[in-house]
Nanobody
Framework: QVQLRESGGGLVQAGGSLRLSCAAS????????MGWFRQAPGKEREFVAV????????YYADSVKGRFTMSRDNAKKMVYLEMNSLQPEDSAVYYC????????????????????WGQGTQVTVSS
């Protein structure tokens, strides 16, 4: 019922910036928290950031805190991840995901709590 599509990935030099976008469709999008996850080759998919359904609450993984900023525009059904000071270890496929639960009070970083996923967009940071 919620369809997601990421865009904005690409190749960037270390220290550079990228903005990822996630376009959503579905009548319940505005009532769901949205998360960003990433997965590098040979590694598990890891949590990056989450924003509450209202946009009032944000939480970031320690590895990206202070460098990445998440936002959403419910009117446009869009979610964004602004990535600054990128490092080679940030290279991964980045996925946006929608919480399986509507109007969740406390945002979650757990992968299994996200029901809807995009196809991913590749981010490669060169050194």
């Amino acid at each position: 019922q919620v369809q997601l599509r990421e865009s904005g990935g690409g190749l960037v030099q270390a220290g550079g910036s990228l903005r990822l976008s996630c376009a959503a469709s579905g009548r319940t999008f505005n009532s769901r928290a949205m998360g960003w996850f990433r997965q590098a080759p040979g590694k598990e998919r890891e949590f990056v950031a989450v924003i509450s359904w209202s946009g009032d609450t944000k939480y970031y993984a320690d590895s990206v805190k202070g460098r990445f900023t998440m936002s959403r525009d419910n009117a446009k059904k869009m979610v964004y991840l602004e990535m600054n000071s990128l490092q080679p270890e940030d290279s991964a496929v980045y996925y946006c995901a929608a919480d399986r639960q509507s109007l969740r009070v406390v945002v979650t970083t757990t992968r299994s709590e996200y029901k809807y996923w995009g196809q991913g967009t590749q981010v490669t940071v060169s050194s």
